[in-house]
Every structure is written in C-alpha cells, then in structure tokens.
C-alpha cells in the first residue's frame, strides 16, 4: 500500500534557527510530490509540487528538494508567521493524492 | 478571490440525523473533491468529481453521498450521522483530475467544515 510518512510531527525552533521536515514514501511509481501549508482552522495552501529526483523548488524562506525515497522541505531563518502544519502529498499514479499526517512547527520569537 | 467556499462552517448534529454540506467553486475547474481530516489520519479523500457528470468513491465513502450540481457546486450529504463522522471536512478542486494530464495540476482547499455528531 502507497504511504507517505512525515518527522517529525512537532518541531520548535528559534526565530531564524534553521532546520529540515522530512516526508518519506513508498518508492512505486510516484507522480508528484506535493507540499502545502495549514494554519490553524483553515485548509492546506498549495506551495510547491516536485515531479523528479533532484528537484529543487523555492518560496522566501522555504525550499522544497526530492530524491528517488524522500523529500525535505528546508526552512531557513524562520520567522513566527512561518508556524504551521506543513503536510506532503504524493500522487502514485491513481486516483488521489496520499497524504501525510503532517509536521507542525512553532517558531518561537 | 473566493476560489472554493463551503458552508456551513461548524455544525452539530445528533446521532441519525442528516446533512448536507455544500461547496462552491469560482476557478472554473473541472474536478473537484471531498476530504475529511482527522487528528493522526492525514486528509482522506471521500469522493470525488473528475468532471461534471460524473461521481466516484474514494476511500472512505461509506455513510456519504455526493452530487455535482453543475460545473460550479459539489455538494456531501450524510444520510444518517455517526459519531464516527465527527471530523473535519474539506472540498477541492483542480483544473483537471488528478491522475489525468497531472503535470502542472494543483489541487485548491475551501476553508473547512468542523462537524460533531453527538
């Protein structure tokens, strides 16, 4: 069965205190690899989606990487407005998208 | 900018009752989606529409109804509500269906639905 596990669940950090989530999945066929933001009692923002091994996408402080097992999304310098769950998707080629049980991240000022 | 509206945005049922929430979207897409979220689960999707006409199950299906109404509405009913139905839902949509012509595809989240049945 497809799977898409995501470490830590919770993460703090000082403000500007750089650090990595992490998003593993089974390796059988993935699409695409999906990364959004929650705040609380909204729905997930769409940030960046990754097709291939090697990729690399960015958005102000966050940059999103993916190899052939794993994708991280990297933050640099966080700022408190950056807390939020962070949840990874991936797309194996049916239909939907498998999703994460997500990481929240505090950043503490 | 609404993109995808859902009403209501809390709401409390009894044990058998039924409801429906329902779901709006401006960004004329051609596919849209139910999920519900709960705590350790990670978004599960329902049903979906992969276009205007047509309904399929997802997952978790069981004790849900759709309809698309028109290009615009898709709307999930519950015939007779379940504490286990106490979640979280959210609609989506997305220009086309995930698993076709997927390259550059997106899928947009409403705001959510906090349902408790008691």
């Known amino acids: 069965e497809d799977q898409v596990t995501q470490s830590p669940e919770a993460l703090r950090l000082q403000e500007g205190e750089s650090s990595s989530l992490n998003c593993s999945y089974t390796?059988?066929?993935?699409?695409?690899l999906f990364w959004y933001r929650q705040d609380p009692g909204k729905g997930p923002e769409f940030l960046f989606t990754?097709?291939?091994a090697g990729e690399e996408k960015e958005k102000e402080r966050l940059k999103a990487t993916l190899t052939k097992k794993e994708s991280f999304l990297h933050i640099t310098a966080p700022k408190p407005e950056d807390s939020a769950t962070y949840l990874c998707?991936?797309?194996?080629?049916?239909?939907?998208?498998?999703f994460g049980t997500g990481t929240r991240l505090t950043i503490i000022p | 900018n609404a993109g995808v509206t859902q009403t209501p945005k809390f709401q409390v049922l009894k044990t058998g009752q039924s409801m429906t929430l329902q779901c709006a979207q401006d960004?004329?897409?051609?596919?849209m989606y139910w999920y519900r979220q709960d705590p350790g689960m990670g978004l599960r999707l329902i049903y979906y529409?992969?276009?205007?006409?047509?309904?399929d199950k997802g997952e978790v299906p069981n004790g849900y109804n759709v309809s698309r109404l028109n290009k615009r509405e898709f709307s999930l009913r519950l015939e007779s509500a379940a504490p286990s139905q106490t979640s979280v839902y959210f609609c989506?949509?997305?220009?086309?269906?995930?698993?076709?012509?997927?390259?550059?595809?997106?899928?947009?989240f409403g705001e959510g639905s906090w349902l408790t049945v008691v």
């Open positions: 989506a949509s997305s220009e086309d269906y995930v698993s076709l012509r997927f390259s550059g595809n997106t899928i947009y």
């Open positions: 390796v059988s066929g993935l699409r695409g």
């Open positions: 990754l097709y291939s």
């Open positions: 998707a991936a797309h194996f080629g049916n239909e939907k998208l498998t």
């Open positions: 960004m004329n897409h051609n596919s």
């Open positions: 529409s992969a276009s205007e006409g047509t309904t």
